[in-house]
Nanobody, 130 residues
Framework: EVQLQASGGGLVQAGGSLRLSCTAS????????IGWFRQAPGKKREGVSC????????YYADSVKGRFTISSDNAKNTVYLQMNKLKPEDTAVYYC???????????????????????WGKGTLVTVSS
């Protein structure tokens, strides 16, 4: 059973930084992609960043490129999302999710593409004050 635990959320001022962690269990970490998604109040969930365990390729939403960095520590089955230069519009509940790298994901298809059947963990709240 895929289990994911996100942590590291909190309250930070605009311009500040936070690092989120996603600890995974129940599957072979190297065979999966881990994604970070977020949902702000009244808005749809959106993909933020993801990393494929098969080749360490990374993908980012345009809104976070240059500010957020995703990385993984396979020995700890943990994926991190370093968030710098945070903006009030980054305020949201952040979720990590896992999907097995198979089918089209084995090709150069972004793991943030729509229609991906992710397994979800509980979220962690990030609040950025202005």
């Amino acid at each position: 059973e895929v289990q994911l635990q996100a942590s590291g959320g909190g309250l930070v001022q605009a311009g500040g930084s936070l690092r989120l962690s996603c600890t995974a269990s129940g599957f072979i970490f190297d065979d999966y992609a881990i994604g970070w998604f977020r949902q702000a109040p009244g808005k749809k969930r959106e993909g933020v960043s993801c990393i494929k365990g098969t080749d360490d390729s990374t993908y980012y939403a345009d809104s976070v490129k240059g500010r957020f960095t995703i990385s993984s520590d396979n020995a700890k089955n943990t994926v991190y999302l370093q968030m710098n230069k945070l903006k009030p519009e980054d305020t949201a509940v952040y979720y990590c999710a896992a999907i097995r790298v198979a089918g089209r994901l084995k090709r150069s298809v972004s793991c943030l593409s729509s229609g991906m059947n992710y397994s979800w963990g509980k979220g962690t709240l990030v609040t950025v004050s202005s």
